[in-house]
């Protein structure tokens, strides 16, 4: 069974199912496949009681045939060496996909973050940085980390003022963390990229008609229903795109305390706000609890959206899945035979390493913002405005259409940073699920999504390692 093998060697073996398609040296696959750079370190926390905790923490660089590494940092009371590599490799092949020029990274503080006040936790964090500075795991030009399971904003401001002190020197160690708050050299549309990302490449994924009708679907996500597991950043943001902006469904969510479902129709900000009050999903009106934890993931609906983490789907449930498209949001939400066994049964599974690249998008733009100081938009903007008003005044002084004030507020809007970054975000999310469904389609019916996005990754990174002399 392979839900038995650890969650690296699940990378690995679907990397292995990928390169056996490639022609490249196995001298080089072994090379884009390894862990370049790991460190397990610890460190004492006074916690407010007086009493002291040994930390542990990972960083895993997996690939330095780009520089600087990314990838976030995630806090969990099982994180472990193994799950902090297959992150950072997962990473590598991420960027790949979405030509982000950066390696794979990951970190792991292995804490439940909600045992410990916020104070610890800044100190945790503040050493954790320390830590990373001292042994050349961070800079903006070396290994960049960003948010990931229970860390946000608040955590990366840390971090960043933490390496800013430690390097006074470094005009761009505002690049050393990304998704930080936008007053702390963060950028607009960050918090929200990987749950846009999810959006947009699901309603592109369901715009192609000839694979919408192969799963007996429409095209378009207009009705389509959807059930979302986890509602925390990524789940709530994606959640949110695809009932405001795509019209479609949330028929069920799973949370940590359980699952609810409700055919007609989920309003998201109104369960946000239920949660907030009650501290729980369960008992949200017109809504039923369903009796066990997971068992929103094999409610009735087209889209399974799986946002909290790894092994969500096995061998144990994937045969009862009733989704016909499943968009992996977290990252490794599906173990490598369940993989298979839904690929075989027809399911449409759109890959992490692909789907949920919105987040790592957006923080490659925060991180040139912080290169270049100076924000998108900030010099054209206002040129673009006066050009189009200009282009709108001649378009009526030669054709007598007078535009209205709404019109030319529209038409002649010069792009913020926010227009930038969204635009951005869809131009690649679109631009990979074409590049990976073309190989898909150039191997054949038994090559799924998953292997074609790891074969695009693989060629890429062999490229890269053939251009810097390592390979001939
Ligand atoms: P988060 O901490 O904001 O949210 C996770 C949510 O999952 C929480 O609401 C939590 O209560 C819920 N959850 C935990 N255990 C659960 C369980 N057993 N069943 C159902 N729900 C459960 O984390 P996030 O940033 O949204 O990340 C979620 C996943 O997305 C992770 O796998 C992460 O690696 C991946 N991811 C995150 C980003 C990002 O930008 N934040 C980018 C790419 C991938």
């Known amino acids: ?228 597991q986890g509602l925390g950043n990524v789940g709530y943001h994606a959640a949110k795109f695809m009932q405001e902006n795509g019209g479609a469904v949330i028929v069920g969510i799973v949370e940590y305390e359980g699952s609810i479902s409700k055919p007609s129709g989920i309003d998201i900000e109104s369960l946000m706000a239920h949660r907030r009050e009650t501290g729980s999903i369960l008992g949200f009106p017109g809504a039923r609890d369903l009796p066990n934890r997971d068992d929103g993931l094999e409610i009735e609906c087209d889209i399974l959206i799986p946002a909290a983490l790894e092994n969500a789907i096995t061998m144990d449930n994937a045969p009862r899945i009733k989704a016909k498209i499943i968009a992996e949001a977290a990252n490794g939400p599906i173990s490598s035979d369940a993989s298979q066994h839904l690929f075989q049964r027809g399911v449409l599974i759109l890959p992490d390493a692909f789907i949920n690249a919105g987040g790592v998008t957006v923080s490659y733009f925060e991180w040139l913002k912080n290169l270049q100081h100076v924000r998108f938009g900030r010099m054209e903007k206002r040129f673009v405005e006066s050009s189009s008003r200009m282009l709108l005044s001649a378009i009526e002084s030669s054709t007598n259409r007078i535009f209205s004030d709404l019109e030319i507020a529209e038409i002649a809007k010069g792009p913020g940073e926010i227009d930038l970054v969204n635009s951005g975000l869809e131009e690649t999310m679109i631009e990979a699920y074409h590049e990976i469904r073309e190989i898909k389609k150039t191997r054949g019916e038994d090559v799924d999504l998953r292997t074609a996005s790891m074969i695009t990754a693989i060629d890429k990174v062999a490229v890269s390692y053939r251009e810097l002399g390592v390979f001939p």
């Open 1 to 228: 069974m392979t839900a038995d093998l650890s969650f690296f060697d699940q990378v690995n073996q679907n990397f292995d199912r990928a390169a056996a398609l490639t022609a490249h040296p196995p001298g080089l696959l072994e090379q884009i496949k390894s862990v370049n750079s790991v460190i397990h370190f610890t460190f004492p926390l006074i916690r407010d009681d007086g009493s002291l905790k040994v930390i542990h923490a990972w960083r895993a660089e997996h690939s330095h045939h780009k520089l600087p590494t990314k990838g976030g940092i995630r806090y969990a009371a099982n994180v472990t060496e193994d799950e902090v590599m297959a992150l950072a490799a997962l990473m590598t092949y991420k960027c790949a996909i979405v030509n982000v020029p950066f390696g794979g990274a990951k970190g792991g503080v292995r804490i439940s973050a909600h045992e410990y006040s916020v104070g610890e936790l800044e100190r945790i964090t503040r050493r954790f940085t320390f830590e990373l500075n001292k042994k050349n795991f961070i800079g903006p030009g070396l290994d960049v980390p960003a948010p990931d399971f229970a860390t946000s904003g608040r955590e990366m401001a840390w971090i960043a003022d933490t390496y800013m002190t430690l390097n006074p020197h470094d005009i761009d160690a505002l690049g050393c963390v990304t998704a930080k708050p936008v007053g702390q050299g963060g950028i607009r549309g960050r918090i929200e990229a990987t749950g846009r990302g999810v959006y947009f490449g699901l309603r592109e994924a369901c715009t192609i008609v000839e694979d919408m009708r192969a799963l007996g679907l429409n095209p378009g996500l207009e009705g389509k229903t959807v059930v979302v």
